[in-house]
């Protein structure tokens, strides 16, 4: 099968994690836990997502939920995705932290980004715009020396591993660190999605907080 396999690399506007693998919940801290992924769930489930006159549609299920319990904060969030025929269009993190001034409280914050090209991508609410993206979310690169996708959906899974195993990852805050590739990928595109052949979605994360995400996807050749 001809193809090739494009690539691109978009941060997540997402709170910094600490680089140790979190210790495993309670049972009280796993039902906190729960109850926030549902209040998360409801604020995604309230949007509207448009890619202009498109409307997108919420993945069925959330993405990842993940911790930062070392932060004096608590910091914790979901991640979730909005598709356009099971194309990725806007990746989005909905999470909370304490109240520095009041612990008895949690702030929450949202943060979006587009995953298209279109510069018209906005969330509404209540028929209020919350958020416009005011400019296209990606720029493809393509991999000239990359393989040409297989012709199994397993092994095409493999060879998008090993492209993102390729890459190398880092933050600098108050000291570099090191991103870690979680090498399950956080969405596959489906198996019949418009104008792609394959494709998914990684994240590189510090602990289980994504930091950077990589989509790699596998296009047919313009005819010439």
Known sequence: MKGLFVILVALVLAPLAAADEPSAPSDAEKAQRDKWQRVYLEI?????MR?????????????????NPVRATDQHGTI???????RPAV?????????????SLRNITHEWHSLVEEP????????????????????WLALADSPAPASSRAARLAQMRTLARSLAASITAEE??????MTQPLYRYPEKSAGATDGAI???SLATDPELILLVEATEPAEK
């Open 120 to 139: 018209d991508v906005q969330a509404v609410r209540g028929g209020q715009t919350d958020w416009t993206s005011g400019e296209p979310g990606i720029a």
């Open 51 to 67: 890619s202009g006159e498109t409307k997108l549609t919420l993945h069925d299920k959330p993405l990842l939920f993940y911790t």
């Open 202 to 204: 990684f994240v590189y």
């Open 91 to 103: 990746f989005g993190s909905v999470w909370s932290a304490l109240n520095r001034t009041d612990t």
């Open 44 to 48: 995604a489930q309230s949007l509207e």
């Open 176 to 181: 570099e660190s090191e991103l870690r590739l």
């Open 80 to 86: 979730f995705l909005w598709t356009d025929q099971g």
